[in-house]
C-alpha cells in the first residue's frame, strides 16, 4: 500500500488530498491526505542518506543541483 500511495504522490505528482481519493475510488482505501504527507516525509528522510548531490557550475554563478541514487 504504501509503495503505490507514494508512486501516486510521488512519481505522478498528484496532490496528496486527489491520492486520497484516488485510493479510496479505486482501491477502497480510506487514507487521509496527513497520513500521505506524513508517509511521503518520512520516506524522503530515510531515503536521503543514500542519494548523492553533485553541483555543476554554469556562467553567471548559476547553479543545477542533480540527485543520483547510489
Known amino acids: 500500500m504504501l509503495g503505490l500511495i507514494l508512486s ?3 512519481n505522478y505528482g498528484i ?3 486527489k491520492t486520497a481519493a ?3 475510488d479505486i482501491h477502497g482505501i480510506k ?3 496527513q497520513t ?3 508517509y511521503a516525509q518520512a520516506v524522503a528522510a530515510n531515503v ?5 548531490i553533485i553541483r555543476i ?3 553567471a554563478n548559476w547553479w543545477v543541483t542533480k ?3 547510489a
Open 67 to 69: 540527485l543520483i541514487c
Open 36 to 38: 500521505i504527507l506524513n
Open 22 to 24: 484516488l485510493m479510496y
Open 57 to 59: 557550475s554554469f556562467p
Open 48 to 52: 536521503r542518506p543514500f542519494l548523492i
Open 31 to 33: 487514507i487521509s491526505k
Open 15 to 17: 496532490s496528496a488530498a
Open 8 to 10: 501516486y504522490y510521488v
